[in-house]
């Protein structure tokens, strides 16, 4: 009830109508990511930022429960933080100009933080100029540690051929633009190729989702809205339905290179990206990527982020509300169970330690490392090698069941 009444200040009847639905598609169990997704695209998007707080990571099949602690003294010395600061430090336009000078300094250090950390954890990507105008977006909305888990999964999909270590596959993207824009308008794609006008003018829409070059964090977050619920090829269709909508402007020009890449590698300050939207979710339907991929002679199976997609959305197909997940025990990896385990129980660590000891010492008395040893020196005792050895393997088994059944029933006791 409670949250019902917040969602009805300011808005409109079908903004409340809107958020009452995704609300309770939320709650379904399993979470119903069809109708989030569905109104994710539709008119006006999420509506607000806390429910996309909610939405976002069910979007990307991210769970809240897993955030986990990490040392920021080892993200110190990354090759490429001295960089990263470079860009965060010019972000100030990506901020809201209400926000104090004390909340902006904050907000690039976590940003710097989440980055880095993305950099070191992800050994295989490569960070790109403009990387951190997508970061900041969910920044601003998720806060540090559910940022770090959504770009995780984002960067295993969506944007991962951005992250490579040269333009190949990001040219490959770069490449679906004038095939599509020949399926819908002819005339047009026949103008630019032949003002000669390549389509890199496009290039900071996609590898930034448009957030390098839109002011209003409003509308960054509404477009994040379209690219999480849409294929990953949506920045695509947006970027066509985009040229489309300057038509005229680009006919009207002299048929030459300066002219057609000055007017398009600009956007006009009150361009509506709302009908955009609508525009490039008909353009995707329309034509799905296999068509505009045979159009142009392209090989989808060099992109990642076109061949991943269907593993994604099996992935993201069934999970559970955040309601349920709070309540079942976290499955924690080794090095997080060590974590919690000294420093939230030091005697059951210490105990644990002494107990695996102890097994172990017991064998090795028992059985003796010389014994062992001489068994295996002498090439006629092969049998009594592997019985020799036979029982101190089996106590280490033993030791290291132990851990296992501590660790795995550990979230009960800790």
Known sequence: ??????????????????????????????????????????????????????????????????ISPYED???SAHKDRAQVQLDVNRCHRRLPRDMSEEARA???????????????????????????????????????????????????????DFLDADMTRT??????????????????EEFITRSECAYYFSLSWLITWFAHV??????????????????????????????????????????ELSSVHGLLSRLPDDLNFEPL?????????????????????????????????????QKTARQRPDSVLVTLPKKLTWTQWTHKLLHSAPPIAAGSVIVVAIIILC???HYGLQEVAASWLRPSSWMSSVTAVVPVAGSIFVAGAVLWALKHYSSHIL
């Open 106 to 160: 904050d907000i690039q250090k976590q940003l710097v933080r989440v980055i880095v950390r993305l950099l070191a954890r992800h050994r295989g990507i490569h960070y790109y100029q403009g990387f951190h105008d997508i970061v900041v977006t969910f920044l601003l909305v998720l806060g540090e540690d559910l940022t770090y888990l959504i770009m995780g999964q984002l960067i295993t999909c969506h944007i991962n």
């Open 73 to 75: 003294a080892a993200l």
């Open 363 to 365: 064998a090795l008395k």
């Open 171 to 188: 040219k490959s993207i770069i490449a679906y633009i004038s095939p599509l824009l020949s399926l819908q308008c002819t005339e047009l």
């Open 214 to 255: 839109v002011e209003s964090p409003d509308l960054a977050c509404r477009l994040v809205d379209l690219f999480l619920a849409s294929h990953p090829l949506m920045p695509v269709y947006l970027s066509t339905a985009v040229i489309l909508s300057r038509k005229s402007e680009v006919l009207s020009l002299e048929c």
């Open 277 to 313: 939207i609508q525009k490039s979710s008909e353009l995707f339907v329309q034509y799905p990527p296999d068509v505009v991929a045979a159009k142009g002679r392209l090989n989808p199976r060099a992109s990642t982020l076109i061949s991943s997609y269907p593993k994604f959305l």
């Open 1 to 66: 009830m409670d949250t019902e009444l917040r969602i009805r200040r300011g808005v409109l009847h079908w903004q409340y109508e809107k958020l009452r639905e995704v609300q309770e598609a939320l709650e379904r169990d399993p979470v119903d990511i069809g109708t989030i997704r569905k109104h994710a695209i539709s008119n006006g998007g999420l509506v607000s930022n806390e429910l996309r707080k909610k939405a976002w990571p069910k979007m990307l099949g991210v769970s809240v429960c897993d």
